[in-house]
């Protein structure tokens, strides 16, 4: 089945460093899309990419979509201390029964040191 | 935006009971459904793909028996654990696909479960 490795599994940081996390599926994607997931909280979408080789912004916040549409990369710039948590890609993929599913990579644990 | 109730947001119930989590799509209509699982500290699993007014899509290696699903409206899915053990203590997260938002997905607040 499809599988979707996210790397670094945690990354700690200087408050202030830029930060980057990176997804690689095995298959090809429709669409990828990233969440936040606050400690305790639930995941929050941010954004969705669905172009060969789109490239987004929101803020500090950078999303990329490769070319072949099967890796895709967060970049924060200047880290803050409200970007803690964990973030998610989660590449979506059709079925043969037409059933969609998002299948997530196991996260990237933002850890930000003052 | 769009919103997604999950209820009850903590459970506990005792060995051997079943419990119910409804997910509700709030403001817009949901034909599809998903619901997740996550153990501490590990990504969210995929356990079903849940349409409405046909049976649910389950990944390989979830029991259907035991996590009944069903989708009986538009806006409204629920998930079923029968027979509780306390290995199915866990967070149980819904998600509702908006067509009008391009396949958007939203998800709803989780629901903690902790079977004693």
């Known amino acids: 089945g499809q599988q979707v490795m996210q790397i670094p599994q945690y990354q700690h940081v200087q408050e202030g460093e830029d930060f980057t996390t990176y997804c690689n599926s095995s298959?090809?994607?429709?669409?990828i899309q990233w969440y936040k997931q606050r400690p305790g909280g639930h995941p929050v979408f941010l954004i969705q990419?669905?172009?060969?080789?789109e490239v987004k912004k929101q803020k500090r916040l950078t999303f990329q979509f490769g070319e072949a549409k099967k890796n895709s990369s967060l970049h924060i710039t200047a880290t803050q201390t409200t970007d803690v948590g964990t973030y998610f890609c989660?590449?979506?993929?059709?079925?043969?029964?037409?059933?969609?599913?998002?299948?997530f990579g196991k996260g990237t644990h933002l850890i930000i040191q003052p | 935006g769009a919103v997604v109730s999950q209820h009850p947001s903590r459970v506990i119930c005792k060995s051997g009971t079943s419990v119910k989590i409804e997910c509700r799509s709030l403001?817009?209509?949901?034909?599809?459904m998903f619901w997740y699982r996550q153990f501490p500290k590990q990504s969210l699993m995929l356990m079903a793909t849940?349409?409405?007014?046909?049976?649910?899509?389950?990944e390989q290696g979830v029991e259907k028996d035991k996590f009944l699903i069903n989708h009986a409206s538009l806006t409204l899915s629920t998930l079923t654990v029968t027979s509780a053990h306390p290995e199915d203590s866990s967070f149980y997260i819904c998600?509702?696909?908006?067509?009008?938002?391009?396949?958007?997905?939203?998800f709803g607040e989780g629901s903690w479960l902790t079977v004693v």
């Open positions: 998600s509702a696909r908006s067509f009008l938002e391009g396949n958007t997905i939203y």
């Open positions: 298959t090809t994607l429709s669409n």
């Open positions: 990419l669905v172009k060969s080789g």
């Open positions: 989660a590449g979506l993929r059709y079925s043969g029964g037409g059933a969609d599913g998002l299948t």
């Open positions: 403001d817009f209509q949901a034909t599809t």
């Open positions: 849940s349409n409405e007014g046909s049976k649910a899509t389950y």
